[in-house]
C-alpha cells in the first residue's frame, strides 16, 4: 500500500473531562496554521465533546459533511484508553469508564465512515495505548478505517502533543507516513519505539496468515472438520428425526471436508467484504493482497 498520507480536512476531537488539559484545542492551535499554509490549503476542525452519544454525533456528522465537501478526513482522537481486564491493552477509548465506547461499538460507528471514503480514512488515536484500536479490524467485517497511528503503551499528555505536530509538520512537508513515524518517536524516545501504525492490508494479512498457520495444520484442521461433522448430523437428525445412513453420513463427511479446505473460496469472500471490492472495484487494485501472500509461512 501506498506509504504517502492523504487527507483534506483534520478533524480533532477531544473527549475529555473537565479540569483536565485541553491537548485537543492545544493541537488545533499548531495545526491549523500548518494546514493552511499547505498546498493545497488542509482545513482543520476541533470539536470538544461530553459524552459517547455526542462523540458517535459528531462522526456522523463528519459523514454528512463528506458527502458535500468530498474531503477525506483524518480522525485525531485526543482522549483515554479504557482498560477492562489487562491495564496494558485497552477495550475502548473516552473520558472515563463510566462514559466511554467499546472497540466493537467504534467500528460499527466508523465501517459507514470509511465506506464513504472508499477506504480512506485515516485515524490517529492519541489515547494511552491507543495503536490497540487495531483490534477494530477483523476481517470476517467491513475495514473500519485504511490505517490506524497511535502509542503502544501508556503516554503522558506532553508526549501525544509533542508526537502529534511532530507527524503534521513532517506530513505537511511532503515527506511519507512512515517518515512521520519515525519523527513521532523522534519527539518522545526513540528506543523503545512507542508510535506505530498499522494499514487495513498488513492488518488483514497478519489475521488470515496467523488463521492458517493455526486452523489450517494438523491436528487442527481435522478437529474443525469433524466439529463441523457433528454439528451437520446433529441438525440432519433434527430435521427429519431419523439417524442417517452410513451412506448419507459419508456425503455429509465429504461435504464438510471440500467446504473446511475451500480456502481460496473463503479467501476471495473475505477480501471482498473487507476490502469493499463489492462497493469500490478499483480497491482490487490499491489491495492487491493474495492467498499466497497469507499462507507462506505455512
Not at 102 to 117: G, K, M
Not at 121 to 148: E, H, N, T, Y
Amino acid at each position: 500500500m501506498d506509504a504517502k498520507v492523504y487527507f483534506g480536512k483534520v478533524h480533532i476531537i477531544e473527549w475529555l473531562e473537565p479540569g483536565e488539559p485541553k491537548t485537543g484545542l492545544d493541537l488545533f492551535g499548531e495545526v491549523q496554521p500548518m494546514g493552511l499554509m499547505s498546498k493545497p490549503v488542509v482545513e482543520s476542525a476541533y470539536q470538544p465533546v461530553t459524552n459517547r452519544d455526542e462523540f458517535l454525533a459528531y462522526l456522523r456528522s463528519i459523514a454528512a459533511e463528506f458527502r458535500i465537501t468530498k474531503q477525506l478526513p483524518l480522525l485525531q482522537i485526543e482522549t483515554h484508553g479504557i482498560y477492562l481486564h489487562d491495564d496494558k491493552v485497552p477495550d475502548g477509548i473516552g473520558a472515563s469508564l463510566d462514559n466511554a465506547i467499546l472497540w466493537p461499538d467504534l467500528t460499527q460507528t466508523l465501517i459507514p465512515l470509511n465506506q464513504l471514503t472508499g477506504l480512506r480514512l485515516l485515524l490517529m488515536m492519541a489515547s494511552c495505548a491507543g495503536l490497540w484500536g487495531i483490534k477494530m479490524a477483523q476481517p470476517v467485517d467491513r475495514a473500519p478505517f485504511l490505517a490506524i497511528i497511535g502509542p503502544n503503551r501508556a503516554v503522558s499528555v506532553r508526549e501525544v502533543l509533542a508526537a502529534s505536530i511532530a507527524f503534521y509538520r513532517t506530513i505537511f512537508n511532503g515527506a511519507s507516513g512512515d517518515v512521520a513515524i519515525k519523527a513521532m518517536n523522534a519527539a518522545v524516545a526513540p528506543h523503545p519505539l512507542t508510535f506505530g501504525a498499522y494499514n487495513a492490508e498488513r492488518l488483514f494479512r497478519d489475521v488470515v496468515e496467523a488463521f492458517f498457520a493455526t486452523a489450517c495444520v494438523e491436528p487442527a484442521l481435522s478437529q474443525r472438520i469433524t466439529s463441523l461433522f457433528t454439528k451437520l448430523v446433529a441438525k440432519r437428525f433434527n430435521d427429519t428425526g431419523q439417524v442417517p445412513t452410513r451412506e448419507e453420513l459419508e456425503q455429509l463427511r465429504a461435504f464438510t471436508r471440500q467446504h473446511i479446505e475451500a480456502h481460496e473460496d473463503w479467501f476471495d469472500n473475505l477480501r471482498e467484504h473487507f476490502f469493499f471490492l463489492d462497493l469500490v472495484p478499483e480497491n482490487a487494485r490499491r489491495f492487491p493482497i493474495t492467498i499466497e501472500d497469507c499462507r507462506r509461512f505455512v
